[in-house]
Every structure is written in structure tokens, then in C-alpha cells.
């Protein structure tokens, strides 16, 4: 960090004039009970609980009706849908689902990118009782299929391009998906084969539903993470879930009633689920949504003319922001701006100081992940920053650092300053109930009382905990996880190659990016054009999101006696670091 700068950002009392949420961080830890914050979000009249009625039948009913939920930005301008608008289009959907048959448990897969139907469809699942799938758009045809096979996915949501480019050469592959329901499609073409027309199921749709009775433990959501090894895992999420959305809200991002927030995350992936959709939506405020892909210009002029108050974005963003200079974000004027929060990967000092010299305001680090299903630890209005810390646990949430000892038993760190693995203690209502046919994999993740997160961290003497890495392989790209297993599989289908691995190399910009390294089977030269080819395979299966950004060619891939690519290794010699322990390689590697 620059040498100039304090250690410490302290707290405005009332930042942009509003009294925030909360100041006094140790006695609402003490207070706050889980129970209190469902009590104050309420219950459905016949008990249970239901995203979609916390997040729109409540307001829809109630003094917020004709407030603006969202407002859809895109190059054609901004469309608005009141909270009444949205629960009446969202019973259509509903609606649309029962008539075809689709019910409660049954999987609706998501994949509209930041569209209206995007957010309808999703909150008429959670209605109808079914459970949302999100599917990011920049994936492409193989982790798409994956991701849908895994997850029994019964109806897909999506739109006519998307369809025709990524599912259409899949279809076959995936029986159980008995509905095709495309928006906003070309209507001087015919339909394509197995396919429907949503938006004119939708015209004929009534608009009244009674949203079915879901329990708390009832399945909502299923979101997919990445693992190191084998497929990518379901995570599954349920409706009680919403009262860390809720409390999060409130507490991480202090969103307050007449608040426009703007969470710049897709919601194929679940910080755009479960604060580009829910949270913002249970606190009743009015949320934008870009349609569009990163371009600071256009940013900025969003924060300004939509007069943005609450802001969520990602390090990467931010980063790629700070490259546009401060000439850019100074042609702008923010002046209802007053909350910056960032998450997704680790955020380096100079990108919170950014904010407090060019916005006038620091961003605030947090973490999560998609187990989590909501925000655990945060920088929040309650304390001073320290940038380059993600900050403390939320009230409700209880963090440690763990270590293994000698017989393999899990032990918390009581030592300050300890590097170990971020445990927390089970107990949140928005932890994930397990992984979808994975049982086994579900339980790794836990030590009796504690959940392990994977990440290693380590806690200071003020109680603000410190990201220090994975401890795993998986990758971090522009805030999205991957798993190196997914890209070597893809490579591998190619005639000519006969292993591959992939590894995150450290990217100023992007955080890591994607690097992949094979061998090649008998018949078959290293070359530029074989390179090239490769690139362009592995974008086409993958998606511009995961494939390889670099493909190198090696005549043998470290592997393990037992046969594992040592993917550390690989990392090490790319970036010249010291290889550490290299006792399990196979003699040649
Ligand atoms: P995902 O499940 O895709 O949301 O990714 C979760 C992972 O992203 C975490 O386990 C961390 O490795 C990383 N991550 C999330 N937030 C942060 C943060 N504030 N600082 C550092 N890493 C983060």
C-alpha cells in the first residue's frame, strides 16, 4: 500500500445525510438473534415461507405496490416494472408453468441474461413452487449441458439466440428437459423444433396466483459452483434463505427504503441472485439493472443518471474502472451516491482508496460464496475500514480459523494472526442443504459444528479477517469461480491431445487469468496453428467466461505417482516460484 496512506478509514457518521442501519458493531452481534430477523420480515398468512411472496407479494399488497422495482436499462433506453407489475407478470409465469405441467421440486432452468423475463421467470418459479436454476450466458454448449444434466433440469427459460447457439447442439443430450420456453422471439420465423413461445403463453396467462405453500426447508434455488476435481456441484438453497438476504441487506449494504441500488453482477451467478434479485426486492427498494457488458463511460453515466445511492460490484470492475483514469469518473457527478460494496475476490487497498479519492466515498470489501448463499463477512457502516481486510462477521455469523492437527482433526486457531482455513459455525439461514446427488461431497464440507470454506484466511487482534488464498486449485477470473477440471476435460475431446492441465495465473486486471498446458497424443507436432486451433476449441465449447485465455504446449504433465496433475507445480514453474514439496511427483514429470 502506498506509504502516505493510514491504516484506517474512519467511519462518516451519516455518509450522503443517512443514518445508517447500524453503528455499534459489538452490541447488535450480542443482541441479534436469527429469529429476531425472520420475525421482522414476516411469514406468509398459512406459515411456511416463499421468496417471491417476501420479495414482491408483501410490497405488491402493501403501501410500496406502484414503487419501481427495477428499471431495465439498455441501448433501447429504461423500461420500469412497478412491485404490482412484477407480481402480476410473475403469477402469469407461474401460471405458464402449471399449465404445462411443471410442479413443485421440479427444475426451472434460467438463462436470459439480464433481462426482464430473466427476473419474472425467476420469481414465478420460486411461486409455483419449482426450483430456479440460474445459467450464466457466457458459458458455452458443454458447461450449459453440465450444468442442466446434473441439475435434472425439466424446463428451460431462455431466449432464441441463446438457444440456437449454445442448447440446440445439446438438446439430444438432455431427455428430462421436456420444455423450451423462448422470450422475445422473431416472430416472422417459425418456432424452433421443441420449442415454445413464452411471451405468448405469457399474453394468455391469468394474472392472479396463490403462491404455493412452500415450507422454509423447501428447495429454491440451485446454484452451481466448481470444485477442483469432477463436475461442477449443485448447491442447493432453500426458501428460508431469504432471512440472511434480508438481514444482509440491511446490515452489509445498508440498503434503506428510498434507496436505488444497483448490483452490477449477472444473475446466472448467485451475488446477481441473491442481491441483483432478492435482497433488494425484500427491502423494497428500486434496483437497476445493465443489460450491457462492462464499459466504464456508460457505467459512470449509470451511477449518475439513474442517481444510483447503493452500489455492489466486483474487484475486477473496479480495477478496470481505475484504469480509465479519474478524468472519466470526473466528467460525472454522484451526488446520491452513498454506499460502495465489492465481493468476489480479494480487493487490494488501492482499489478502497480509489473510491475515497475519485467517488468521495471507500469501497466496502466483503465475502462469500455460493455455499454461504448470502454475505458472512463484511465491511459495514458499524466500524472503520482497513483496507485490504474483508472486513468482520455479520451479526448472526460466527468465523474462525482452523487447522489440521496431526491425527486430521479439525482445531480452531485461538491465536491471532494464524494463518488456517475459514470455518463457520453451521446455523445461518442461507447455508447451503447440500449438493445435488453429491452426499458425500456435501459432507467433506463440514467438521461437526463447522463449516470449511476452503479459503485460508487469518484473523487480527480487532477481529477483521484477512484473505490469504484458496486451498484448492480452482481459479478466480473476473469474480468467477472455475474449475480447472472443466477446461482439461473440454481440451482433452480433441484428437490431439493427449492430458491437459489448467491453472490461474495473477492478472492486475482480471485477478487470475486462465492458463492451460498439454501434452499430445503419438502423430501429433506442437505448432501455432495447432495452438490456435486449440484456443478456438476450447472458447467454443466453453464460453468467452472459462476458456483458456493461453494454451502451451508440454512433452509430459507433472503428475503424481497416483496419477494427479500437479497443478501447483505447474503454477510454479510458470510464474518462477519455488516448488515446494515435490516428494509425490513421477520420476520424469
Ligand atoms: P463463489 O462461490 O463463486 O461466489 O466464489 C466464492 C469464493 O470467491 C470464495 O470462497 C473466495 O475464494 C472468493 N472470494 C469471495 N469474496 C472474496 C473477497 N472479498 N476476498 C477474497 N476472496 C473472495
Not at 416472422?188 to 412452500?214: E, K, R, Y
Not at 446454484?223 to 428460508?240: D, E, L, N, Q, W
Not at 486451433?533 to 476450447?538: I, N, T
Request: charged content about 20%.
Amino acid at each position: 500500500m502506498n506509504a502516505a496512506r493510514p491504516d484506517l478509514i474512519r467511519k462518516s457518521s451519516q455518509p450522503g445525510g443517512v443514518t445508517p442501519n447500524w453503528t455499534a458493531y459489538e452490541a447488535l452481534r450480542k443482541s441479534f438473534s436469527w429469529e429476531q430477523a425472520r420475525r421482522e420480515l414476516g411469514q406468509p398468512a398459512g406459515g411456511g415461507m416463499n421468496i417471491a411472496w417476501a420479495a414482491v407479494e408483501r410490497h405488491a399488497q402493501g403501501t410500496r405496490a406502484d414503487r419501481t422495482a427495477f428499471r431495465f436499462v439498455d441501448d433501447a433506453g429504461t423500461t420500469t416494472i412497478s412491485y404490482a407489475q412484477l407480481s402480476r407478470e410473475s403469477n402469469r409465469f407461474a401460471n405458464v408453468l402449471n399449465t404445462l405441467g411443471v410442479a413443485r421440486g421440479d427444475a426451472v432452468f434460467l438463462l436470459a441474461g439480464r433481462s426482464q423475463a430473466m427476473y419474472v421467470a425467476t420469481l414465478g418459479t420460486f411461486k409455483n413452487g419449482c426450483v430456479a436454476c440460474p445459467l450464466f450466458p457466457a458459458f458455452g454448449p458443454e458447461p450449459l449441458a453440465t450444468r442442466m444434466k446434473i441439475g435434472d433440469a425439466r424446463v428451460l427459460v431462455t431466449t432464441q439466440a441463446l438457444y440456437r447457439r449454445k442448447v440446440a447442439p445439446m438438446r439430444d443430450s438432455l431427455p428430462g428437459l421436456r420444455q423450451v420456453l423462448l422470450t422475445g422471439c422473431d416472430r416472422s420465423l417459425p418456432m424452433l423444433p421443441g420449442t415454445l413461445d413464452l411471451d405468448a403463453l405469457m399474453a394468455q396467462a391469468a394474472t392472479g396466483f396463490d403462491i404455493v405453500a412452500t415450507a422454509e426447508e423447501d428447495p429454491a434455488l440451485l446454484h452451481f459452483t466448481s470444485g477442483t476435481t469432477g463436475t461442477p456441484k449443485g448447491a442447493i438453497h432453500v426458501h428460508g434463505a431469504v432471512v440472511t438476504h434480508y438481514a444482509t441487506g440491511k446490515y452489509a449494504l445498508d440498503l434503506h427504503d428510498e434507496d436505488v441500488f444497483w448490483c452490477t453482477a449477472d444473475p446466472g451467478w448467485v451475488t446477481g441472485m441473491s442481491y441483483g434479485i432478492i435482497a433488494p426486492l425484500l427491502h423494497g427498494v428500486t434496483s437497476v439493472v445493465d443489460a450491457g457488458e462492462f464499459d466504464a463511460q456508460r457505467w459512470y453515466e449509470i451511477l449518475e443518471t439513474q442517481e444510483v445511492s447503493v452500489w455492489y460490484t466486483a474487484p475486477t470492475a473496479l480495477r478496470m474502472l481505475m484504469r480509465a483514469g479519474p478524468a472519466l469518473a470526473r466528467e460525472h457527478a454522484y451526488p446520491r451516491l452513498r454506499f460502495i460494496a465489492s465481493v468476489g475476490e480479494p480487493l487490494n487497498p488501492e482499489a478502497v482508496w480509489w473510491g475515497q479519492d475519485v467517488l468521495g466515498l471507500p469501497v466496502h470489501d466483503n465475502w462469500w460464496q455460493t455455499e454461504t448463499g448470502g454475505i458472512m463477512i463484511a465491511n459495514t457502516p458499524a466500524f472503520d475500514i482497513k483496507p485490504g481486510s474483508m472486513g468482520r462477521p455479520l451479526p448472526g455469523v460466527d468465523a474462525c480459523i482452523v487447522r489440521r492437527d496431526e491425527s486430521g482433526a479439525v482445531q480452531v486457531v485461538e491465536q491471532v494472526g494464524e494463518q488456517g482455513e475459514l470455518a463457520l459455525r453451521r446455523g445461518w439461514p442461507s447455508m447451503l442443504r447440500g449438493y445435488l446427488h453429491n452426499e458425500e461431497r456435501y459432507q467433506k464440507c463440514f467438521a461437526g459444528e463447522l463449516y470449511l470454506t476452503g479459503d485460508l484466511a487469518r484473523r487480527d487482534e480487532d477481529g477483521y479477517f484477512w484473505f490469504v488464498g484458496r486451498s484448492d486449485d480452482v481459479i478466480k477470473c473476473s469474480g468467477h469461480l472455475v474449475g480447472p477440471f472443466e477446461i482439461e476435460n473440454a481440451l482433452m475431446e480433441h484428437p490431439a491431445v493427449a492430458e491437459a492441465g489448467a491453472i490461474g495465473k495473477p492478472d492486475p486486471t482480471t485477478g487470475e487469468s486462465i492458463k492451460a498446458f498439454v501434452s499430445l497424443k503419438p502423430g501429433f507436432e506442437p505448432a501455432e496453428s495447432l495452438r490456435l486451433e486449440l484456443l478456438g476449441h476450447a472458447r467454443s465449447r466453453l464460453g468467452a467466461a472459462i476458456a483458456p485465455k493461453e494454451i502451451a504446449f508440454l512433452s509430459v504433465l507433472p503428475r503424481t505417482r497416483s496419477g494427479k496433475i500437479m497443478r501447483r507445480l505447474l503454477k510454479a514453474r510458470e510464474l518462477g516460484l519455488p516448488e515446494g514439496d515435490i516428494s509425490t511427483l513421477e520420476a520424469g514429470a
